[in-house]
């Protein structure tokens, strides 16, 4: 259990550290791109890599998942406590809502100011990853 306990956390910290590049490449590289310091192409291969670091992460932790059959309940086997994978669950999906939907928001309807709220939805996304990190 040592080992897979290890894989589970650096996968999960791998995709907090995945939100932190991501935000990194549409600020901080963007800025740099608009300033002419960096081109179009290497914030398209910047985007490839961060999206690629999600999927892997996810990957991850799938494998540790399905190597360690115990993660998952027998049927009628409920945990009545709340614990750090419960808080994690919540802030990937308060995550979604307030990252995700935002972004759509603004896609669609041109109002840039939503992009004031992404910052919130990717904060749940890392502090989700942290939560499967050192959930128990």
């Known amino acids: 259990a040592g080992q897979s306990d290890f894989w589970w956390r650096a996968h999960a910290l791998s ?3 995945a939100v932190a590049l991501g935000a990194f490449g549409g600020h901080g590289l963007r800025s740099r791109m608009e300033k002419g ?3 179009v192409r290497m914030l398209e291969v910047w985007e490839t890599a961060v999206r690629y670091h999600f999927v892997h992460t996810m990957v991850g932790l ?3 998942l399905m190597r360690n059959q115990h993660f998952f ?3 009628g086997e409920f945990s009545s406590g709340v614990n750090e994978r419960n808080y994690a669950a919540t802030m990937a999906f308060i995550g979604n809502v307030l990252f995700c939907g935002s972004l759509y928001g ?5 109002v840039k ?3 004031i709220i992404t910052p919130f939805g990717g904060t749940c996304f ?3 990853w942290v939560c499967l990190a050192f959930g128990k």
Do not use: R
């Open 37 to 39: 310091a960096l081109t």
């Open 126 to 128: 890392i502090v989700s």
């Open 15 to 17: 995709g907090a550290v």
């Open 113 to 115: 100011k939503l992009g």
């Open 73 to 75: 309940k027998k049927p």
């Open 106 to 110: 603004m896609v669609l309807t041109d």
């Open 62 to 64: 799938i494998a540790v």
